[in-house]
């Protein structure tokens, strides 16, 4: 049940992160004054994280379940971090791309280990 719960708050963050932006993209985009690059803040996460979740399968069939899903929870906090450092918009779009990248293998992994341990 730990390793359950464990799996489901990294799904759970990666899943809400995809829209929560949402709700305060209004503001962020008048701080940067950024409406014509308003739709890739959302866009550069879904993109990367579609992207890498056949990736992650793979990577994790070569180097172990475990480390590849570490590896995407770092990925993601560090994209986390720095989306939140952003000081325009360029920084926030690449930033969300990197968070997107991590997302993808908590989204994959988390349904790759549930089978593995099922």
Do not use: C
Request: neutral net charge; glycine residues 12%.
């Amino acid at each position: 049940m730990v390793i359950l719960g464990g799996l489901m708050t990294g799904l759970l963050l990666a899943a809400l992160d995809q829209t929560i932006v949402s709700t305060a993209l209004k503001s962020i985009v008048e701080d940067f004054n950024g409406l014509n690059h308003y739709t890739w803040v959302v866009t550069a996460y879904l993109l990367t994280s579609t992207a890498s979740t056949p990736l992650y399968g793979k990577i994790s069939d070569i180097y172990g379940r475990r480390v590849v899903f570490q590896f995407a929870i770092v990925t993601f906090l560090i994209g986390s971090f720095l989306a939140g450092a952003s000081q325009n918009m360029t920084q926030l779009i690449a930033t969300r791309a990197l968070q997107g990248l991590g997302a993808g293998g908590l989204m994959a992994l988390t349904f790759v280990i549930i089978g593995d341990i099922v």
